[in-house]
């Protein structure tokens, strides 16, 4: 496995991979990598001929700095894990590396980041876009692999290929879970033991949800609910959304016509934690 640290050396691989007519499979990342990441290499090394992963934890796309500081860091064992999945390379820049100034490019992508993870994290998809055009300029992919437990940043990263022309085929992928229903996530490194069972709140609030919205009821009561339980676990609710999974307008009902997404986020402890469940799940 090719292992860049500087992105010249990136790019001249990257080079001779599309000059070879090889396609480029591209699976971004912060690292702390599990089973969720595992299941997007394997996905791009199905669909294309060489697989890059980059392990960036992106300063400018956190807008608190402690969870900045907290956010999980695991680079050995990543690359011990990426090594047997036999990806062919690893992009791990250091922040120099990728800002060497501050960067003054801003991004509006009307509606769809000023609600939800964008109204409770401000200035969080700003920094998203900016370091996936930086890396799709980088790793100069085929194909880029996003988890859909992140829908609302697969929902941007759509919105900037349309509107940047990147050359780039976007793949979601269905969020993997422990058995327990939790989906995976690198902040789960952050869990206690104890803490990981009650994280299960969030799986079973969207079941709850998406029974009672098919039942007819309306999103504001379910959510009253859904409150009390997080609330009888010990954790915080945040949000509890359902949107058109099309174009993201948040909904009260579930209707005929729109294909629909519920989405929630919720504090466990300190840690934050988000997950989606498609209605037609
Ligand atoms: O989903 C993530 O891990 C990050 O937001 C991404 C896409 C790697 C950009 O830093």
């Not at 050396?9 to 090889?22: E, H, Y």
């Not at 394997?42 to 956190?62: G, K, L, M, W, Y």
């Not at 009821?217 to 949000?239: D, F, H, I, P």
Request: charged letters at 25%; proline letters at 4%; hydrophobic letters at 40%.
């Amino acid at each position: 496995m090719r292992i860049f640290r500087d992105i010249e050396g990136l790019k001249v691989w990257s080079l001779d991979q599309q000059n070879a007519s090889r396609r480029i499979g591209f699976v971004p990342t912060m690292g702390a990598l599990h089973e969720g990441h595992l299941r997007l290499l394997e996905h791009a090394q199905s669909a294309c001929d060489v697989t890059v992963c980059s392990i960036f934890v992106n300063p400018v796309q956190f807008n608190n700095t402690e969870d900045l500081k907290n956010y999980p860091r695991t680079l050995d064992k990543d690359l011990e894990l990426l090594e047997a999945k036999k990806c062919d390379a690893v992009f791990i820049p250091d922040a120099s590396e990728m800002y060497p100034e501050t960067p003054q490019v801003k991004f509006d992508f009307g509606n769809l980041d000023k609600i939800l993870e964008g109204a409770y994290r401000p200035g969080h998809f700003n920094g998203v876009a900016l370091v996936v055009s930086k890396l799709f300029n980088m790793v100069m992919p085929h194909e880029a692999y996003f988890g859909q437990k992140d829908y609302q940043q697969y929902m941007i990263v759509s919105r900037l290929v349309k509107d940047l022309s990147f050359d780039v085929k976007l793949k979601c992928v269905p969020t993997t879970r422990e058995q327990s229903g939790l989906a995976m996530s690198s902040r789960n490194a952050r869990l206690s033991p104890e803490e990981r069972v009650r994280a299960t709140i969030l799986y079973r609030s969207l079941r709850h949800a998406q029974a009672k919205l098919l039942e007819g009821k309306r999103v504001s009561e379910v959510k009253t609910v859904v409150e009390e339980m997080c609330a009888q676990a010990g954790c915080r609710l945040e949000y509890l959304s359902l949107a058109d999974r099309k174009n993201f307008a948040i909904l009260e009902q579930v209707t005929e016509s729109a294909d629909c997404i519920l989405l929630v986020a919720a504090y466990v402890g300190e840690v934050r934690l988000i997950d989606n469940m498609m209605m037609t799940e």
